[in-house]
Every structure is written in structure tokens, then in C-alpha cells.
T-cell receptor, first 112, second 115 residues
Framework: EAAVTQSPRSKVAVTGGKVTLSCHQT?????MYWYRQDTGHGLRLIHY???????EKGDIPDGYKASRPSQENFSLILELASLSQTAVYFC???????????FGPGTRLTVL | TQTVSQSDAHVTVFEGDSVELRCNYS??????LSWYIQHHGHGLQFLLK??????VVQGVNGFEAEFSKSDSSFHLRKASVHWSDSAVYFC?????????????FGKGTKLSVKS
């Protein structure tokens, strides 16, 4: 059974609309992360969290918000989706050995 | 600011060949180094990591990596590749803990294994 799940797996959104991507983990991990993947850029960190009710900015946080209501759940929110946010988004979790992260299957987001 | 460089965007080998995927980093302090694999259409899977001790670390499926402080490198190797090793490989570096617990990834190397 998958330990990190994401929903939805794919989504088409309109420019200016609100998008919420959800992530759930059953690893009992404290750390959770949101990355985006674009061709030629590898993975870039958007937001992360190491405790419930607290989030940290990653390397590319502009245009994104994050929410960590519980240890198991971590959401990524695009308040005003833009064309440039079309990408594949990955959620991951880790224990204190944060060099070893467990990734979800990804969400393909297309903004039109 | 730490950076990770994977100089080869694409590597092609034949089944049974050995392969080395290169990774160089720039950072002056204590860091964790790791490698991940991504098969097409899937999320990343952890392969191996290094922090200290023996500079050669073993991972899953016959992969190993060697850390070199003098070269600032952490190259991934496999002695005999299989067609199922075709994937994109990412090198990553991380530092610290708490609010610094994050990975910086290289841009990836796509490995194609021909039969």
C-alpha cells in the first residue's frame, strides 16, 4: 500500500482560479515537502513543513501557499493559478533522516 | 547557497555494460548526499545516501556511489546494467535539520539502456 498519496492525480484549471493539491502520508513522518518538476529543471522545492501547523518557504514559494493541519496531511494552494504553474507536483515525506524522502506519485496540473 | 551539477543530461549504454553517472556539488559544510531514481510517469525513489564514514555506499539493485571531498563529487555506478535501469537519476544534497531540512536536486541524468 502506498505510503504517500496525492490527490487529484491530474487537474486542469483555469487562469485565475484556485487550486488545492492534497497529500497524505502514513509513514508517521514529521517532515513533508512540495516540489514542482519542469522539463530541464529537475525538482524545485516550493514549501515544506517539519511540524503540524507550521510551514516553511522553499526555493520557489511565490504564488503558492501551504497548509499542514496534521502530521499526515499537507496541502499546496494556488490562490490565483497562472499559466506558468503548469507542471507536475510531487509531495514527499521523511523522518529525521531527511536525505531519504518518500515521494508520492505526482499530480499533473495544467493551467489554461 | 548549495548547488548540484549533473553534467550529463543523457547517457546511453547497452545491457550488461557498466555505467557511471556524475554528480558534483558546491558546499563547504557538512552535508548529506543522496541519489534518487525516477521511472517514466512515476515519483522519485530513494537509492542511497552518504553522510560520513566509508566513502563508498551501497544502494538497492546493485547501485553504489562514491563520495570524494577533494573532487566535490558523488558519482553513481553500476557494474552491469539491465534494461529496467532505464530511468532518470537525480543527485541531491541537503544540510542541517529543523528549518534547514530540505533537498536541493540536480537537473537529472536520463539513462537509456539498449538491448
Amino acid at each position: 500500500e502506498a505510503a504517500v498519496t496525492q490527490s487529484p492525480r491530474s487537474k486542469v484549471a483555469v487562469t485565475g482560479g484556485k487550486v488545492t493539491l492534497s497529500c497524505h502520508q502514513t509513514n508517521n513522518h514529521d517532515y513533508m515537502y512540495w516540489y514542482r518538476q519542469d522539463t530541464g529543471h529537475g525538482l524545485r522545492l516550493i514549501h515544506y513543513s517539519y511540524v503540524a501547523d507550521s510551514t516553511e518557504k522553499g526555493d520557489i514559494p511565490d504564488g503558492y501557499k501551504a497548509s499542514r493541519p496534521s502530521q499526515e496531511n499537507f496541502s499546496l494552494i494556488l490562490e490565483l493559478a497562472s499559466l506558468s504553474q503548469t507542471a507536475v507536483y510531487f509531495c514527499a515525506s521523511s523522518g529525521t533522516n531527511y536525505a531519504e524522502q518518500f515521494f508520492g506519485p505526482g499530480t499533473r496540473l495544467t493551467v489554461l | 547557497t548549495q548547488t548540484v551539477s549533473q553534467s550529463d543530461a543523457h547517457v546511453t549504454v547497452f545491457e550488461g555494460d557498466s555505467v557511471e553517472l556524475r554528480c558534483n556539488y558546491s558546499y563547504g559544510g557538512s552535508i548529506y548526499l543522496s541519489w534518487y531514481i525516477q521511472h517514466h510517469g512515476h515519483g522519485l525513489q530513494f537509492l542511497l545516501k552518504y553522510y560520513s564514514g566509508n566513502p563508498v555506499v551501497q544502494g538497492v539493485n546493485g547501485f553504489e556511489a562514491e563520495f570524494s571531498k577533494s573532487d566535490s563529487s558523488f558519482h553513481l555506478r553500476k557494474a552491469s546494467v539491465h534494461w529496467s535501469d532505464s530511468a532518470v537519476y537525480f543527485c541531491a544534497v541537503s544540510e542541517g535539520g529543523g528549518s534547514n531540512a530540505k533537498l536541493t536536486f540536480g537537473k537529472g541524468t536520463k539513462l537509456s539502456v539498449k538491448s
